[in-house]
């Protein structure tokens, strides 16, 4: 007995225009103008990124045509925040900790004003990183390499070297102003009028088993007192 004969016209189990539509996922669900949008939105990203690659290769490039005729471009876009630099392969490594503390003169409320104590900003950042699997950038290399800034464009008599030395004081003290309001509002602590930096050098003791013996106390160095800008005072800087 032969099978019973389909109806003509009507669909197949297996034919494609029977099944459902597969949902569209990702860029492709959206509407035609929001994937003009993210592709317009990814082609600036791409651009970004390539010309900040090309930056920092120009900044660690030798002297060539492009850096002659277009080197201060080059020195805004990478200093201070992207400076690329060796020490990681320096054959003397770093045999000192160095802490950077800052003390600020601030106006409270009633209208006085009182010089606070010193603040350690470093101790901060490392209790921030102790114990913590993934400390942040910012959290390991921001104050430091601030620091380190501003150390490399001064002399001993902390006046500038330079181009970028006013550059370096700038970018240290909207740190430091920061970090003191991010650990006190203005209305706990009082509006910033002055902020004074110090670093504080202490020599690293070598092994038990070595001869060496190297001073323990530490040395410090003190900056001049800064104006902080009334934007800065106002807590503008986040």
Known sequence: MSPPA???GSAQ???????????????AALSFRYQ???ALALAVVGVAACVHLLMVFLSLAPANTVTKQHGKAVEEWVYPEFEQNW???APNPLQQNIAVQVRAEVRTKDGGVRTTGWTDLSAEDGAAID????????????????WDFFTTTHGADNRPVGTRGSLSEQYL???????????DPPDKLGVIQQ??????????????WSPERVPDEPVY???PWWTVTAQEAAGGVR
Request: aromatic share 2%.
């Open 6 to 8: 389909q109806a003509v």
């Open 13 to 27: 189990p297996d034919d494609p225009a029977s099944q459902p539509p597969v949902p569209r996922t990702g860029v």
């Open 36 to 38: 003009v949008g993210a």
């Open 87 to 89: 020490k990681l392969f």
């Open 131 to 146: 114990g913590n699997l993934a400390p942040s950038h910012t959290q390991q290399n921001e104050l430091r390499r601030a």
């Open 173 to 183: 003290r909207r740190i430091v102003v920061m970090r003191l309001y991010r650990n």
């Open 195 to 208: 902020v004074q930096v110090r670093s504080s050098t202490t020599n690293v003791q070598p092994p038990k």
């Open 221 to 223: 160095r003190l900056l």
